[in-house]
Nanobody, 123 residues
Framework: QVQLAESGGGSVQAGGSLLLSCAASGSATTNYCMAWFRQPPGKQREGVAA???????TYADSVKGRFTISRDNDKNTLYLLMNTLKPEDTAMYYC?????????????????WGQGTQVTVSS
Protein backbone atom coordinates (compact mmCIF):
# COMPACT_ATOMS: atom_id res chain seq x y z
CA GLN A 1 0.00 0.00 0.00
CA VAL A 2 1.31 3.43 -1.00
CA GLN A 3 0.64 6.32 1.36
CA LEU A 4 1.24 9.95 0.44
CA ALA A 5 1.66 12.98 2.69
CA GLU A 6 1.79 16.52 1.30
CA SER A 7 3.33 19.53 3.00
CA GLY A 8 4.51 23.03 2.15
CA GLY A 9 1.24 24.80 1.47
CA GLY A 10 0.43 28.20 2.87
CA SER A 11 -0.55 31.76 2.05
CA VAL A 12 1.50 33.91 -0.29
CA GLN A 13 1.05 37.10 -2.26
CA ALA A 14 0.81 37.09 -6.04
CA GLY A 15 4.23 36.76 -7.62
CA GLY A 16 5.62 34.72 -4.75
CA SER A 17 6.80 31.13 -4.64
CA LEU A 18 6.07 27.95 -2.71
CA LEU A 19 7.66 24.50 -2.67
CA LEU A 20 5.28 21.62 -2.07
CA SER A 21 6.57 18.24 -0.94
CA CYS A 22 4.97 14.80 -1.07
CA ALA A 23 6.53 12.05 1.02
CA ALA A 24 5.69 8.54 -0.18
CA SER A 25 5.76 5.54 2.12
CA GLY A 26 4.66 1.92 2.15
CA SER A 27 6.20 0.98 -1.19
CA ALA A 28 8.99 2.22 -3.40
CA THR A 29 7.57 4.62 -5.97
CA THR A 30 10.69 5.39 -7.97
CA ASN A 31 9.60 3.56 -11.14
CA TYR A 32 5.98 4.69 -11.16
CA CYS A 33 3.96 7.72 -12.17
CA MET A 34 3.30 10.44 -9.64
CA ALA A 35 1.44 13.68 -10.13
CA TRP A 36 0.19 16.86 -8.56
CA PHE A 37 -3.48 17.77 -8.77
CA ARG A 38 -5.35 20.79 -7.50
CA GLN A 39 -8.96 21.58 -6.72
CA PRO A 40 -9.99 25.24 -6.59
CA PRO A 41 -13.04 26.12 -4.49
CA GLY A 42 -16.22 25.05 -6.24
CA LYS A 43 -14.38 23.38 -9.13
CA GLN A 44 -13.38 19.86 -10.10
CA ARG A 45 -9.97 18.43 -9.33
CA GLU A 46 -7.54 18.85 -12.22
CA GLY A 47 -4.11 17.52 -13.07
CA VAL A 48 -1.25 20.00 -12.71
CA ALA A 49 1.94 18.06 -13.42
CA ALA A 50 3.12 14.45 -13.69
CA UNK A 51 6.30 12.45 -14.12
CA UNK A 52 8.08 9.16 -13.52
CA UNK A 53 11.57 7.80 -13.91
CA UNK A 54 10.66 6.88 -17.49
CA UNK A 55 8.31 9.73 -18.40
CA UNK A 56 9.39 13.32 -18.85
CA UNK A 57 7.51 15.92 -16.82
CA THR A 58 4.28 17.20 -18.31
CA TYR A 59 2.29 20.24 -17.21
CA ALA A 60 -1.12 21.74 -17.52
CA ASP A 61 -1.13 24.73 -19.85
CA SER A 62 -2.08 27.03 -16.98
CA VAL A 63 1.19 26.36 -15.11
CA LYS A 64 3.73 25.83 -17.89
CA GLY A 65 6.78 28.00 -17.39
CA ARG A 66 5.90 28.69 -13.76
CA PHE A 67 5.73 25.30 -12.00
CA THR A 68 8.38 22.58 -11.91
CA ILE A 69 7.79 18.98 -10.82
CA SER A 70 10.76 16.96 -9.60
CA ARG A 71 11.68 13.95 -7.46
CA ASP A 72 14.30 13.01 -4.93
CA ASN A 73 14.43 9.26 -5.35
CA ASP A 74 16.71 8.73 -2.35
CA LYS A 75 14.12 10.41 -0.12
CA ASN A 76 11.16 8.94 -2.04
CA THR A 77 9.72 12.44 -2.22
CA LEU A 78 7.93 14.35 -4.98
CA TYR A 79 8.18 18.14 -5.22
CA LEU A 80 6.31 20.93 -6.91
CA LEU A 81 8.11 24.25 -7.13
CA MET A 82 5.56 26.97 -7.83
CA ASN A 83 6.91 30.31 -9.02
CA THR A 84 5.14 33.49 -10.05
CA LEU A 85 2.00 32.44 -8.24
CA LYS A 86 -1.32 33.93 -9.28
CA PRO A 87 -4.59 34.25 -7.36
CA GLU A 88 -6.11 31.66 -9.72
CA ASP A 89 -3.58 29.13 -8.40
CA THR A 90 -5.46 29.12 -5.10
CA ALA A 91 -6.57 25.53 -4.47
CA MET A 92 -6.14 22.43 -2.40
CA TYR A 93 -3.13 20.65 -3.88
CA TYR A 94 -2.93 16.86 -3.84
CA CYS A 95 -0.17 14.38 -4.52
CA UNK A 96 -1.27 11.25 -6.40
CA UNK A 97 0.08 7.87 -7.48
CA UNK A 98 -0.59 5.66 -10.50
CA UNK A 99 0.65 2.09 -11.11
CA UNK A 100 2.11 2.97 -14.45
CA UNK A 101 5.64 3.74 -15.60
CA UNK A 102 4.94 5.67 -18.79
CA UNK A 103 2.23 8.00 -20.11
CA UNK A 104 1.96 9.66 -16.71
CA UNK A 105 -0.16 12.50 -18.09
CA UNK A 106 -3.16 10.14 -18.13
CA UNK A 107 -4.56 12.02 -15.14
CA UNK A 108 -7.81 10.08 -15.07
CA UNK A 109 -5.88 6.93 -14.07
CA UNK A 110 -4.75 8.26 -10.68
CA UNK A 111 -6.62 6.86 -7.70
CA UNK A 112 -4.23 6.97 -4.71
CA TRP A 113 -4.21 10.35 -3.02
CA GLY A 114 -2.70 12.27 -0.17
CA GLN A 115 -4.77 14.41 2.17
CA GLY A 116 -3.86 17.64 0.39
CA THR A 117 -2.21 20.92 1.32
CA GLN A 118 -3.89 24.30 0.93
CA VAL A 119 -2.33 27.01 -1.22
CA THR A 120 -3.82 30.49 -1.03
CA VAL A 121 -2.54 33.29 -3.27
CA SER A 122 -3.70 36.82 -2.56
CA SER A 123 -3.53 39.83 -4.85
Amino acid sequence: QVQLAESGGGSVQAGGSLLLSCAASGSATTNYCMAWFRQPPGKQREGVAAMSLFSKPTYADSVKGRFTISRDNDKNTLYLLMNTLKPEDTAMYYCAFFWGTTECARFHEYSIWGQGTQVTVSS
